[in-house]
C-alpha cells in the first residue's frame, strides 16, 4: 500500500501551495495523519498532523499561522494548504499514517509513508 504525495512545485516566497496524500487504506479514517519534510543533509522534522475525525491538529511552531492540515475522509486523502511561504519551507514533503488516532509529532509512531513531493520557495 503507498500513500501518494502530490501537489509540490517551484513557487515565489509569500506564494501557496496545497498538497494532496490520497491514501487509499480500507481504514484510513480510523487513524490520524502527518506530514512531515526533509531537506537533504537536514533530518526529517514534523510539520503538521490531524486526528483521524479531522477535528484535532498539531503544528511545528515555525509554520502555524501559515499552513493547515486537512482531510477529507469520504476521498482517503489528507491535504496541506501552505501559505505565506518562505525559502527556508523547501523540501521534499511526506505524509504519513500513525497508529493512533489522535494528533501525533513523534515519526516513530507513523508506519506507512508516501513518497515525497519537492516544494522549492525562491527567494
Known amino acids: 500500500v503507498q500513500l501518494q504525495a502530490s501537489g509540490g512545485g517551484l513557487v515565489q516566497a509569500g506564494g501557496s501551495l496545497k498538497l494532496s496524500c490520497l491514501a487509499p487504506l480500507r481504514t484510513f479514517r480510523s487513524y490520524s495523519m502527518g506530514w512531515f519534510r526533509q531537506d537533504p543533509g537536514k533530518e526529517r522534522e514534523f510539520v503538521a498532523a490531524?486526528?483521524?475525525?479531522?477535528?484535532?491538529?498539531l503544528y511545528q511552531d515555525s509554520v502555524k499561522g501559515r499552513f493547515t492540515i486537512s482531510r477529507d475522509n469520504a476521498k482517503d486523502t489528507v491535504y496541506l494548504q501552505m501559505n505565506s511561504l518562505k525559502p527556508e519551507d523547501t523540501a521534499t514533503y511526506y505524509c504519513?499514517?500513525?497508529?493512533?488516532?489522535?494528533?501525533?509529532?513523534?515519526?516513530?509512531?507513523?508506519?506507512?509513508w508516501g513518497q515525497g513531493t519537492l516544494v522549492t520557495v525562491s527567494s
Open positions: 504519513a499514517r500513525a497508529r493512533r488516532t489522535t494528533a501525533v509529532r513523534d515519526a516513530g509512531i507513523y508506519d506507512l
Open positions: 490531524i486526528d483521524k475525525n479531522g477535528v484535532s491538529t
